[in-house]
């Protein structure tokens, strides 16, 4: 029997991206996840006695910005070098060798696959066969597991790979293959990256992405971590998902129907905020809130969105004793049919119109999207980059964008309208 731990997408000292330009972020502590949840992967490996560890791409978010990172890296290799584990480790596209211009020596229980052709890094004991091939540029559009060898036998076959496999929602089509193209080769398992949700494709053989180490922003929800995966003496593989996140994402969506105030809305979100964190053992949370449904209470949150996010940063603040960041609140909520909106009639009403239009319309805002792509090629590639980076060519964004700018922008006619 033999144990090994299968990671990937570690993106070591990601920037998180336009992190400070929240308010009230927790900066110091988003910047040291990535090191952290890779201690985490170390540490477990090192209780856990395992034979080897697995890196699937992506341990790096681009090139250094100094060499404080590789030498972060390598301390940690340090110790799983003096605990006897071999690492192996394959370039995806965020640091593929045309990216990472630094280098550093690293310690020599570490093996780094080659990016011109694949290879075979033999373990004697146990008997394993790792195969695999490192990106050359951050574009690999081939499917590079074709050129794999076909399993050795009396060996546990296992194939490393950085892939977009069939395509994946969210991340860009590299290296793509079929499940049906991996069982080709005979290997009894294939350890994947580049997809940062942990995701099994099959388990005759297992192919599976263990997602990333650590969210990085709020399309990075839930649990993060890595496989620790174990290989009885009849070769019978089991699978273990291990969180090794230090800050975890969250979306929380508060139903507000029926609401008579705001206040009553912010209570209801506290008492969701408190499942949630009961929900994740406690861990840090950085929480997107959206509030939904009919209730008359929504003319008062358009009216004062700034004064109702505090609120709920309050109220986070409060039940969450300082281990909960609210990252953003989105008003969606509406008026009941029956209530008289007192925005209606006007200037006001037509807006109001048109936002539901678009909202509702998706060939409406795929034409809004058209008429903005001059707009948008002219804009810096920092605006573009990250998370919250402008994709005025996404039809879904234009929507997201408009349930979050709605009620900011009718708050402040309500104002102007007021303050005449």
């Known amino acids: 029997m033999f144990k090994f731990i299968h990671t990937a997408d570690i993106h070591l000292d990601s920037p998180m991206h336009k992190l400070d330009t929240y308010d009230g972020a927790p900066v110091e502590e988003f910047r040291l996840s990535t090191r952290r949840a890779l201690e985490n992967v170390v540490d477990l490996a090192v209780s856990e006695k395992v034979s080897f560890v697995l890196i699937s791409g992506d341990l790096y978010d681009g ?16 110790l799983l070098r003096d605990a006897g584990i071999p690492v192996y480790i394959i370039a995806g596209n965020h640091d593929a060798a045309s990216t990472i211009t630094r280098s550093l020596k690293l310690p020599e229980n570490v093996t780094v696959f080659s990016s011109s052709r694949p290879e075979t890094r033999i373990l004697h004991d146990p008997p394993v066969a790792v195969h695999g091939k490192s990106f050359a540029s951050p574009a690999e559009k081939k499917d590079l597991s074709y050129d794999y060898p076909a399993s050795l036998p009396g060996m546990f076959n296992i ?20 499940p049906a193209g991996l069982r080709e080769k005979g290997y009894q398992y294939w350890a994947l990256g580049h997809v940062h949700q942990y995701e099994v494709l099959s388990e005759d053989p297992w192919i599976v992405f263990p997602g990333n180490t650590q969210g990085r922003h709020i399309r990075e929800t839930g649990p993060k971590g890595c496989l620790l995966n174990t290989v009885d003496d009849s070769s019978y593989l089991s699978i273990e998902f291990r969180p090794t996140d230090v800050v975890r994402w969250s979306m929380i969506s508060v139903d507000a129907g029926g609401a008579q105030d705001p206040y009553e809305i912010v209570d209801w979100f506290s008492d969701s905020l408190e499942s949630e964190i009961a929900e994740q053992n406690g861990i840090p949370l950085a929480v997107r809130v959206e509030i939904k449904g009919e209730t008359e209470a929504a003319g008062e949150l358009a009216a004062e969105p700034e004064r109702w996010t505090g609120e709920m940063r309050a109220a986070a603040m409060e039940t969450g004793g300082g281990r909960v960041w609210v990252e953003k609140v ?25 936002f539901e239009e678009l909202a509702e319309d998706t060939d409406a805002r795929r034409e809004l999207t058209e008429e903005l792509s001059d707009f948008y090629r002219k804009l810096p590639r920092e605006l573009k980059e990250g998370p919250d980076g402008i994709r005025c060519e996404d039809p879904d964004w234009i929507g997201e964008l408009l349930k979050q700018v709605r009620p900011e922008l009718i708050g402040r006619l309500m104002r102007k309208e007021e303050g005449k």
């Open 330 to 354: 989105i008003f969606s909520c509406r008026l009941p049919a029956d209530v008289q909106d007192p925005r209606s009639g006007g200037a006001m009403e037509e807006l109001l119109s048109l």
């Open 63 to 78: 090139d250094w910005k100094d060499y404080n990172t590789g030498l972060f890296f390598i301390s940690r290799m340090n």
């Open 159 to 178: 194939g490393m790979l950085h892939t977009c496999a069939t395509g994946r929602p969210g991340h860009d089509p590299y290296a793509p293959c079929t």
